[in-house]
Structures are given as structure tokens and as C-alpha cells.
């Protein structure tokens, strides 16, 4: 696939993600945060769901812990934001930041597999619980997290290398998740530069 055909197919994602109205989240939002970035990115970003900030801009990871996701991108991969792909597991703001619930994951799976595919990064690098258990279910993120792993998706033609790591909020959270999730971007440079 082109560039251009990614991009025109990545649009049309995001005008489905507009367009749709089936639930409260969806009805309810400012703006709707469908990702942006690298159509022809190696590597894939997937968050949780979009907080206030993201709610207000329509862009991923632009309040506090997007400042420390972009600033590590930058810092420890060497690339800017924008030559990634940064996009989330659910595409409206969930009130008062609760968790996103089953119906809003599953509402919002088939934009994000789409996005996946169109995209075909090399490594999907997961940021949070929600986002690695759609590729790594049934584990806990405190033992998983900086180690990549083979996944194929039953469903989908596709196998990716994951990369789970803790969000950048829980990072922020606690002095032991920020030297994990710094530990482990480290690890995600040291993979990118061995491939
Ligand atoms: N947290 C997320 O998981 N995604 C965002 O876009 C912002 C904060």
C-alpha cells in the first residue's frame, strides 16, 4: 500500500470514529481522538482511552503523561512524535477518566485492527493494562512489561512483536513504575537498533 492510500484509508477510520453515535462516550465527547502520526511507522503506540486534554484537542497523549511519552520518544528512541504512530484502544473520552468498559473496547476494536493493518508496524508497543491485554490477556503488566513477545491475532492476517510497558500516567504515579517504564523504553532501542 502507498502512503497516500494510507493516509486516504486512515481518514476514512477517523470519519467513522466521527460519524458514529451508538454510544454515550461517543455522544458525549468534544472532540474524538481517532490517533495520528507515521502511516509508514515502525512502531505503533497504543494508550488506553483520551483524558481531558485529548478530549479538548482531538490528539493522543497531549496532557500530562503524553508529555512524558512524546518527551521519552524523542529522548531515548531519537524520533520525533510525529514520526511514530500514537493511538489509543477506545476513541472517546470515558468521564471523570474511569477505566473504559467492555462495550467501549469492543465498540471501538474494529478502527483500531483496521489502523493496525493499514499501519503494519513492526512492534506495537502497548502503554497500560487495557491496551497489552488485547494482545497479552490473562497476565498482569507488573510481570510482562518490557519483555516483547510474537502475537498473532486469531482474527486477522497479521503477527506483530508486542511490547508491553506501564502508562506514562502510572509512571508518573510512582518513583519504581517511572524507572521501569524508563528501563524499558531503553530496551525498546536496544530491539530497534538489533532489527
Ligand atoms: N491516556 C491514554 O491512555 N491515552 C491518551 O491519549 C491520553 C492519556
Not at 502520526?37 to 496532557?63: K, Q, Y
Not at 485492527?113 to 494482545?135: C, H, N, W, Y
Request: aromatic share 6%; hydrophobic share 40%; glycine share 6%.
Amino acid at each position: 500500500m502507498t502512503t497516500q492510500e494510507k493516509i486516504e484509508q486512515l481518514n476514512q477510520i477517523a470519519q467513522e470514529i466521527r460519524n458514529f453515535k451508538g454510544i454515550d462516550i461517543a455522544k458525549n465527547c468534544t472532540h474524538v481522538v481517532p490517533g495520528e502520526g507515521n502511516p509508514d511507522t515502525e512502531i505503533l503506540f497504543i494508550g488506553e482511552a483520551p483524558g481531558r486534554d485529548e478530549d479538548l484537542s482531538g490528539r493522543p497523549f497531549v496532557g500530562l503523561s503524553g508529555r512524558l511519552l512524546r518527551k521519552t520518544i524523542t529522548e531515548t528512541l531519537g524520533k520525533k512524535p510525529e514520526e511514530v504512530f500514537i493511538t489509543n484502544i477506545v476513541k472517546y473520552r470515558p468521564p471523570d477518566n474511569r477505566d473504559p468498559t467492555p462495550e467501549e473496547i469492543e465498540v471501538c476494536k474494529d478502527w483500531l485492527d483496521r489502523q493496525i493493518e493499514i499501519i503494519s508496524p513492526k512492534i506495537i508497543v502497548t502503554l497500560g493494562r487495557f491496551s497489552m491485554a488485547k494482545f497479552i490477556p490473562d497476565v498482569t503488566i507488573s510481570r510482562v512489561h518490557g519483555i516483547p513477545r510474537k502475537c498473532q491475532m486469531s482474527n486477522a492476517k497479521w503477527s506483530n512483536i508486542v511490547f508491553p510497558l506501564y502508562h506514562p500516567a502510572a509512571a508518573l504515579r510512582a518513583g519504581i513504575m517511572m524507572k521501569a517504564f524508563l528501563a524499558d523504553f531503553i530496551k525498546l532501542k536496544d530491539m530497534l537498533n538489533s532489527n
